[in-house]
């Protein structure tokens, strides 16, 4: 089946510093996705991107769709404590095609 | 508040007995889905099912039965349970087989 090369594997990071971690397909998506997962926790979604070359932000977050729709960037700003977690890309080929999950960056801020 | 419940949040079996993991959302969302997340492995589906009376295989479907009940309810049954099972489990939504997933907060099966 279809694989999303994420990475880091984990990242562990000071309070303050940004955050950036990508994710890269050997196909061609027309969504991209990015999930944050807590502690004990289920998945929950920070950002949709519909669009090649589409930047979304959300907060500290920001996130793009590759130009080439082969790959997606997340980026934190002035990370705190709060944004320990797992993050997960997630991509959909086409239109009504189930989505495809990376493995995950393990985040940890250490105060 | 709106969103996908699963039950139990915890539970252990002893290898060979069966149990069903209860899942059900209230968005009136079309899809719903199984996946397991083991350590450094990160979500695997197991089944899912497109719209109400259809059901697919995923990528690990075995050992695994489902059932979708109703538009609301989508259950996971294990008949044998094996220790490679131990796992957290969880159960997703979605309006069509688009767009974001809504995941429910998990269940954690250890199986001895």
């Known amino acids: 089946g279809q694989q999303l090369n994420q990475s880091p594997q984990s990242m562990f990071i000071q309070e303050g510093e940004d955050v950036s971690m990508n994710c890269t397909s050997s196909?061609?998506?027309?969504?991209w996705l990015w999930y944050k997962q807590d502690p004990g926790e289920g998945p929950v979604l920070l950002i949709a991107?519909?669009?090649?070359?589409e930047l979304t932000s959300n907060g500290r977050l920001t996130a793009q769709f590759g130009i080439t729709r082969k790959d997606s960037f997340l980026n934190i700003s002035a990370s705190i404590p709060s944004d320990v977690g797992i993050y997960f890309c997630?991509?959909?080929?086409?239109?009504?095609?189930?989505?495809?999950f990376g493995e995950g960056t393990q985040l940890t801020v250490n105060p | 508040n709106a969103g996908v419940t699963q039950t139990p949040k915890f539970q252990v079996l002893k290898t060979g007995q069966s149990m069903t993991l209860q899942c059900a959302q209230d968005?009136?969302?079309?899809?719903m889905y199984w996946y397991r997340q083991d350590p450094g492995m990160g979500l695997r589906l197991i089944y899912y099912?497109?719209?109400?009376?259809?059901?697919d295989k995923g990528e690990v479907p075995n050992g695994y039965n489902v059932s979708r009940l109703n538009k609301r309810e989508f259950s996971l049954r294990l008949e044998s349970a094996a220790p490679s099972q131990t796992s957290v489990y969880f159960c997703?939504?979605?309006?069509?087989?688009?767009?974001?997933?809504?995941f429910g907060s998990g269940t954690r099966l250890t199986v001895v």
């Open positions: 997630a991509g959909q080929e086409t239109s009504g095609s189930r989505l495809t």
């Open positions: 196909s061609i998506f027309n969504t």
């Open positions: 099912s497109a719209s109400e009376g259809t059901t």
């Open positions: 968005m009136n969302h079309n899809s």
């Open positions: 991107l519909y669009k090649a070359g």
């Open positions: 997703a939504s979605s309006p069509h087989q688009t767009g974001g997933y809504t």
